[in-house]
């Protein structure tokens, strides 16, 4: 089955600076990687996804690249701020699994003021 | 907004109870995952069910635990009888089923058995 391995699993930034969280997906078959974000006591919430047939897209401060040839997919947040600090979690699925997703093991992310 | 809605937020219970926990997906998501999150093991899923029928409960401790879709807005997960161990927060999401759709989280229920 699908193995997503996700790096680092804690990151500390000053507010301001850039963030940066990898992800490697072993089903070269998985065409769909979402983001999430889960902040203390919340639930996680989609903050940005990409599909196989794309290598890059952008949201504001957020963006995330695709390299399928490699198989692995970042996370990139910009001019980061306090808010942002959160758990992030990336994940994967295939277009036969009924939108089954296969998580990594999270990124604690610190933004500190 | 449409959102996932679950019941219990909050349980506490004693070691050997039944605790049932409850998910409404949202309208019309024919795709029901069913998660269980702890500080060590992340987010593991237990079960998925599609038009209410179980795709994959492979993830689900058999002896104890079972998942139900009674009805198309309804998801039931029970643990009987519970352990300390079952101490976890668990997530319900639902999805549309197709393979390259979100999946949109509950708020989760937090379990301690004491």
């Known amino acids: 089955g699908e193995n997503v391995e996700q790096h680092p699993s804690t990151l500390s930034v000053q507010e301001g600076d850039s963030a940066v969280i990898k992800c490697t997906y072993s089903?070269?078959?998985?065409?769909?990687f979402p983001w999430y974000k889960q902040e203390l006591g919340k639930r996680p919430q989609l903050i940005i996804d990409?599909?196989?047939?794309?290598g890059e897209k952008k949201d504001q401060r957020i963006a995330v690249t695709l390299n399928k040839t490699a198989k692995h997919f970042s996370l990139h947040i910009t001019e980061t701020q306090p808010e942002d600090s959160a758990v992030y979690f990336c994940?994967?699925?295939?277009?036969?699994?009924?939108?089954?997703?296969?998580f990594g093991q999270g990124t604690i992310l610190t933004v500190h003021p | 907004d449409a959102r996932v809605t679950q019941t219990p937020r909050h349980k506490v219970t004693e070691m050997g109870q039944e605790v049932t926990m409850r998910c409404q997906p949202i309208?019309?998501?024919?795709?029901v995952f069913w998660y269980r999150q702890t500080m060590m093991q992340g987010l593991e899923l237990l079960a998925y069910?599609?038009?209410?029928?179980?795709?994959?409960d492979s993830g689900m401790p058999k002896d104890r635990f079972s998942a139900e879709m009674p009805d198309a807005t309804l998801a039931t997960l029970k643990i009987q009888p519970s352990e300390p161990r079952d101490s976890a927060v668990y997530f319900c999401?639902?999805?549309?089923?197709?393979?390259?759709?979100?999946?949109?989280f509950g708020p989760g229920t937090r379990l301690t058995v004491l």
């Open positions: 999401a639902s999805g549309s089923g197709q393979g390259t759709d979100t999946q949109y």
């Open positions: 089903d070269s078959a998985s065409n769909y």
């Open positions: 990409i599909r196989s047939n794309v």
């Open positions: 994940a994967a699925s295939k277009g036969t699994s009924y939108g089954k997703l296969t």
């Open positions: 309208l019309g998501h024919n795709t």
């Open positions: 069910f599609r038009n209410r029928a179980p795709l994959d």
